[in-house]
């Protein structure tokens, strides 16, 4: 069954330096988005790509974080001067077309941790 | 944000009884939820969802259940099984991003 996958499970980095996540969708899925959970918190949206634009970011998504779509297969988030409280699990997902674009599929995430 | 509410952080059932999980919610323009399933280091594991236009889907062992004048959804899953444990989000959505609950544990013993 297809599934969404994440590089690199682990980023340790420390503060102020740039971190790229990476995810590969589920091929043929138009929507993409990053999420992010902090330790002991809920899961948080961050944002939303679709036909190579932003369609929706959060507050939490400012300045510092980016996303594209570099080819057709992967879809990163960089954050440029990452902060201590940039750690967290950070979770890419993928939808279909419309009809059941509403579902999301998670990939197994990536443990950021900025000292 | 509190527009998706998981009351139970934990809920504990006997292996083959039926688990009850609960969600509430504030946003009556949300029009899809969704159920997701999550073992620790893993991501959030796609189970069941329902639109808002229904107030029940089922899916095997899986129902969920959709009470929109009360802004209430529950998860049942019967029988329950040792499997099962893990933590269950409830999300909900318009046409976008998901809004989590915080998460009830489940733990079936056997």
């Known amino acids: 069954e297809p599934e969404v996958t994440q590089t690199p499970s682990h980023q340790v980095t420390q503060m102020g330096q740039e971190v790229i996540l990476r995810c590969v969708p589920i091929s043929n899925h138009l929507y993409f988005y990053w999420y992010r959970q902090i330790l002991g918190q809920k899961v948080e949206f961050l944002v939303s790509?679709?036909?190579?634009?932003?369609?929706?970011k959060s507050e939490i998504f400012d300045d510092q974080f980016s996303v594209e779509r570099p080819d057709g297969s992967n879809f990163t988030l960089k954050i440029r001067s990452t902060k201590l409280e940039d750690s967290a699990m950070y979770f890419c997902?993928?939808?279909?077309?419309?009809?059941?674009?509403?579902?999301?599929?998670f990939g197994p995430g990536t443990r950021l941790l900025v000292l | 944000d509190q527009q998706v509410k998981q009351n139970s952080p934990s809920l504990s059932v006997q292996e083959g009884r039926i688990s009850i999980l609960n969600c509430d919610y504030t946003?009556?323009?949300?029009?899809?939820f969704l159920w997701y399933k999550k073992y620790p280091a893993e991501g959030p594991t796609f189970l069941i969802s329902?639109?808002?236009?229904?107030d029940k889907n089922e899916d095997g062992r899986f129902t969920v259940f959709l009470n929109k004048s009360a802004k209430h959804l529950s998860l049942h899953i019967v029988p329950s099984q040792p499997g099962d444990s893990a933590v269950y989000f409830c999300a909900a959505t318009k046409g976008g991003k998901l809004i989590f609950g915080q998460g009830t544990e489940l733990s079936v013993k056997p």
């Open positions: 946003n009556s323009m949300f029009d899809y």
């Open positions: 329902i639109s808002s236009i229904k």
């Open positions: 997902a993928s939808s279909p077309d419309s009809g059941k674009q509403e579902t999301q599929y």
């Open positions: 790509f679709y036909n190579n634009e932003i369609s929706e």
